[in-house]
Nanobody
């Protein structure tokens, strides 16, 4: 079992920045891919950014809507994955969820709210 705890959400003005953090309860990055998803009201949950496991090379992928603005990274020693979000737009408003995936094993955090508004 893996517990994921997100933090860092909040209210920010358009054009601003936030950094989300996701702390895993144990060291899983060697074999687990980590991802950030988001879900806006009335919409389906969507993948925002993903980083493959250490053994898979740590490759990153991004949704087209966030490319060039968001960056996913991890700090293995702290069991922490980050999502740096710059140039935020109102359409980035959503609950952001951290995900850990290894084959059929799938774990989710509780989510953190990000609101972009003036």
């Amino acid at each position: 079992q893996v517990q994921l705890v997100e933090s860092g959400g909040g209210l920010v003005q358009p054009g601003g920045s936030l950094r989300l953090s996701c702390v895993a309860s144990r060291n899983i990055f060697s074999i687990y891919a980590m991802g950030w998803y988001r879900q806006a009201p009335g919409k389906q949950r969507e993948l925002v950014a993903r980083i493959t496991s250490v053994v898979s090379g740590g490759r990153t992928t991004y949704a087209d809507s966030v490319k060039g603005r968001f960056t996913i990274s991890r700090e293995n020693a702290k069991n922490t994955v980050y999502l740096q979000m710059n140039s935020l737009k109102p359409e980035d408003t959503a609950v952001y969820y951290c995900n850990a995936n290894f084959g059929t094993r799938d774990y989710w955090g509780q989510g953190t709210q990000v609101t972009v508004s003036s």
